[in-house]
């Protein structure tokens, strides 16, 4: 696994562990509550709406600009890694739109296919799309590889 490689497979890491610490402590609910007393407070209210797509404009960029330089990163790596890349933009984009909360959004991934509501499918589908590009990573890295890789990389 090249230097890149591990850059990346970090990063994602990095990333599914601050997305972990959000879910627990309910983050977005605080940054949308502190939004919404802003708002009050000086009096933009009404207009709120406008700084939510600004604020969406504003993370999908930087959301767009990460996932160039991770594709970038990894743009010689094994297929797993560009699917963990793919998975983890998924779980990131459903968070982001799930924190900007637009009501007729909200609707929608509150209903349900066959049980399931759409918030879970689209979640869990990034998240098993990692879950199952690790898995394919980690067993195309036999000992005998990773020990060749070792020896070309010192």
Not at 96 to 122: K, M, P, Y
Request: charged content about 10%; glycine content about 8%; aromatic content about 12%.
């Amino acid at each position: 696994m090249g230097t890149s490689e591990r850059r990346v497979w970090f990063v994602l890491a990095l990333l599914f562990l601050c997305l972990g610490l959000n879910k627990q402590l309910d983050l977005q609910s605080a940054l949308t509550e502190i939004g919404r007393v802003l708002a009050t407070h000086q009096h933009w209210y009404g207009q709120r709406q406008t700084v939510q797509v600004t604020f969406i404009i504003w993370v999908a960029t930087a959301g767009i600009s990460a996932l160039l330089i991770l594709l970038f990163w990894v743009r010689r790596s094994p297929l797993a890694t560009l699917l963990a890349v793919a998975g983890t933009a998924m779980v990131i984009a459903y968070v982001l739109v799930r924190a900007a909360s637009f009501h007729h959004i909200d609707r929608f991934i509150g209903q349900t296919v066959l049980g399931f509501r759409w918030n879970w499918i689209i979640e869990m589908s990034g998240i098993g799309v990692v879950i199952f590009a690790s898995w394919l990573r980690a067993a195309t890295l036999t000992p005998l590889n990773i020990a060749s890789m070792e020896k070309e990389a010192g």
